[in-house]
């Protein structure tokens, strides 16, 4: 049959990039609830050397370091499952339904972490339990960006497409730094003992306040009229991802490519950076988790004008100019984090988020573009999660390894770099797909 669309928005929202009030409605429940799940996925990271003493067995602080980073990485693979499963519910029962449940999940799960006794007191079920709730948060995680990007990208208008999503993408980034700025409250206002002590259980424990908040918000959203034409029209497929997958295999594979350096380099720029800063440059844990927060804040900048230039200029040039950006200052950017003055140390991860920041803003609205809408969202969720889970949640993991390993300080960089040269080799064989009607 030929391609036909479901387009929410009016003609005269097709010129202007400001959202309408319908439209801004639907970006603030889209970006209320990625903060309340990025913050629950992200605080692990930024509290990982207090997890490690608790919930690892600490006679050597680089082991138990590598365990924490173990279960970062775990709950990854957890990820695409969730894709898997959200992405069925959101393309067969709605959008709206999968990010109900998405944000619920996550906040039990975070809640729970900061409930469970310690290594002392229950020894290595402690860490099965942490590594159980980790698992519970990526399983929620896979289904949240995703299906939020899909969301928004359906009630956009598609001159302003990139534009709209990047906003999404900006609250993964507002949920990061307001858990970068717990831990640095905490580091701050506490003594080390006491954070160590008890204080480290707050941001966990804060998780079921926000959940709620956003589950609040999130419940007066209505359903995209994109997918209630596919209702209308009879138009539900049965199974989501087996349709997908006999004609969406290309797709996938762009995706997953696509993502590498706003997986892999977004994990390393921001969460592996805080402990980079402290293990490797030295530094104090003040000092790095403010460096933490004003990549974040240079990365929430970053993405609207990413989506405006993808939609004024094209996705493809902005995926190229991000990448080889990337591949030109990984290196230089660890060297300063490492042996630099305190001033370009502090800025140092702040450059590198910037470059994944410039692809990251673009991403979203081109994959919504590249799948049709009876299984975007399992699309989206299918290719996201797997490069998440083959080079996001391992980059904390591997990065302190192969500092372990080749006693290079610089060897993180190299993982950075090569994150960024598989997005940029993608980029090239791209299709633009600026302006184009989504498909049904």
């Known amino acids: 049959m030929a391609n036909s669309t479901y387009e929410s928005a009016a003609p005269a929202d097709e010129l202007r990039a400001r959202p309408s009030r319908a439209q801004a409605k639907v970006i603030r429940g889209a970006v209320v609830g990625t903060i309340v799940e990025y913050y629950d996925f992200g605080i692990y990271g930024y509290m990982a050397t207090m997890i490690s003493t608790h919930f690892f067995v600490d006679d050597d602080p680089t082991a138990a370091l590598l365990g924490t980073f173990a279960a970062f990485a775990v709950a990854f693979f957890l990820r695409a499952p969730g894709g898997i499963f959200f992405g069925h519910i959101g393309d067969k029962y709605g959008r709206k339904n999968a990010l109900t449940w998405t944000i619920l999940l996550m906040a039990v799960a975070?809640?729970?972490?900061?409930?469970?006794?310690?290594?002392?007191?229950?020894?290595?079920?402690?860490?099965?339990?942490?590594?159980?709730?980790?698992?519970?948060?990526?399983?929620?995680?896979?289904?949240?960006?995703?299906?939020?990007?899909?969301?928004?990208?359906?009630?956009?208008?598609?001159?302003?497409?990139?534009?709209?999503?990047?906003?999404?993408?900006?609250g993964t980034y507002l949920g990061s730094m307001f858990a970068s700025l717990m831990a640095l409250t905490l580091t701050t206002v506490l003594s080390p003992e006491q954070v160590t002590a008890w204080a480290w259980r707050i941001p966990f424990l804060l998780s079921l306040v926000l959940g709620l908040?956003?589950?609040?918000?999130?419940?007066?959203?209505?359903?995209?009229?994109?997918?209630?034409?596919?209702?209308?029209?009879?138009?539900?497929?049965?199974?989501?991802?087996?349709?997908?997958?006999?004609?969406?295999?290309?797709?996938?594979?762009?995706?997953?490519?696509?993502?590498?350096?706003?997986?892999?380099?977004y994990y390393i720029s921001s969460v592996y950076s805080a402990t980079y800063l402290q293990t490797t440059g030295g530094r104090s844990p003040q000092f790095a988790f403010t460096a933490t927060c004003i990549a974040l804040i240079a990365g929430v900048i970053t993405l609207p004008i990413s989506g405006y230039l993808g939609d004024r200029i094209g996705r493809k040039p902005v995926f190229i100019a991000g990448s080889a950006a990337a591949v030109a200052l990984g290196v230089p950017m660890f060297m300063l984090m490492g042996d630099g003055p305190e001033a370009l140390a502090l800025f140092a991860p702040a450059v590198l988020f910037i470059c994944v920041s410039v692809v990251n803003g673009v991403s979203f609205a081109t994959y919504a573009e590249m799948l049709r809408t009876r299984f975007r969202y399992s699309g989206i969720a299918l290719g996201n999660n797997v490069t998440n889970m083959l080079i996001g949640g391992t980059a904390p993991f591997i990065a302190t390894l192969l500092v372990s390993t080749t006693g290079n300080r610089l060897a993180p960089s190299w993982f950075f770099v090569f994150c960024a040269l598989i997005t940029l080799v993608a980029s090239f064989f791209l299709t633009e797909t600026r302006g184009k009607a989504l498909e049904v």
């Open 213 to 265: 908040v956003g589950l609040w918000i999130r419940s007066s959203l209505k359903e995209t009229s994109e997918f209630e034409g596919l209702q209308k029209n009879n138009e539900v497929v049965k199974i989501p991802l087996f349709a997908l997958l006999k004609t969406g295999g290309r797709q996938i594979v762009q995706i997953i490519l696509l993502g590498a350096l706003i997986t892999g380099g």
């Open 110 to 170: 975070t809640t729970l972490m900061g409930l469970l006794p310690t290594y002392a007191t229950l020894g290595v079920w402690a860490t099965t339990l942490l590594t159980l709730s980790r698992c519970l948060q990526g399983f929620a995680a896979g289904g949240e960006l995703s299906g939020a990007n899909s969301f928004v990208s359906e009630h956009a208008p598609s001159r302003w497409r990139a534009f709209h999503t990047s906003m999404v993408n900006c």
